[in-house]
């Protein structure tokens, strides 16, 4: 099954505590991105790739942290995280590149719901 | 700088209405754009994509239009039910192949 796959589902961490926001995909997508949810705030993009070693800010960058050593993966690093990045946090991908690439529609994972006491 | 904006924020009707949900953006220099549902605290559906070639989509109850050169699209759903209420986003995929979402429209159909 074609999917994007985000872990944990659930994460409680302390300030300061780095961690790790694992996120892979199995549809050789080569664009991946970063969202956070926040009440009244919408959807806004923290980073995002367009293939590996290639990555780019989005909206809302700052205290995270992303890699894109291999296509499947790309994992959100919160290296000193803080109460204000409690958040609903969302993974996506989609094909990127030429052609019919351009209308590849965009994929979700389930979620991660972080709380920084 | 691409802005995609949602009218209204909240809607109510009643069970069995037709209803029309609002997109705008600013730019129209996209690939597409596809509108996703959301329920509460889960992640976002796809439900329809639209082209930029193309005036409208279609897929069961839900119908989809884009004009492009107005940077407008609506969602029409019809013939509402309890198990439409959630929140609709509507994204467009610009020129450099990054999506950018509206804050969505929430949607509550009573029974």
């Known amino acids: 099954e074609a999917q994007v796959t985000q872990n944990p589902r659930y994460l409680i961490t302390v300030t300061g505590k780095k961690l790790t926001v694992t996120c892979s995909q199995n549809?050789?997508?080569?664009?991946m991105s970063w969202y956070r949810q926040d009440p009244g705030l919408g959807l806004r993009q923290i980073y995002y790739?367009?293939?590996?070693?290639v990555t780019d800010k989005g909206d809302v960058p700052e205290g995270y942290k992303v890699s894109r050593k291999e296509k499947r993966n790309f994992p959100l690093i919160l290296e000193s995280p803080s109460p204000n990045q409690t958040s609903l946090y969302f993974c996506?991908?989609?094909?990127w590149g030429t052609g019919s690439s351009y209308n590849s529609p965009l994929h979700f994972g389930n979620g991660t719901r972080l709380t920084v006491t | 700088k691409q802005e995609v904006t949602q009218i209204p924020a909240a809607l109510s009707v009643p069970e069995g209405e037709n209803l029309v949900l609002n997109c705008s953006f600013t730019d129209s220099a996209i690939y597409n754009l596809q509108w996703f549902r959301q329920d509460p605290g889960k992640g976002l559906t796809s439900l329809l994509l639209i082209q930029s070639s193309q005036r409208e989509q279609t897929s069961g109850r839900l119908n989809a239009s884009l004009d492009k050169s107005s940077g407008r699209s609506t969602l029409y759903i019809a013939a509402s039910q309890p198990g439409d209420s959630a929140t609709y986003l509507c994204a467009v995929r610009d020129y450099g192949q990054n999506f950018v979402f509206g804050p969505g429209t929430r949607l509550s159909v009573l029974p």
């Open positions: 996506a991908s989609s094909l």
């Open positions: 790739s367009m293939n590996v070693e």
């Open positions: 549809m050789n997508h080569e664009y």
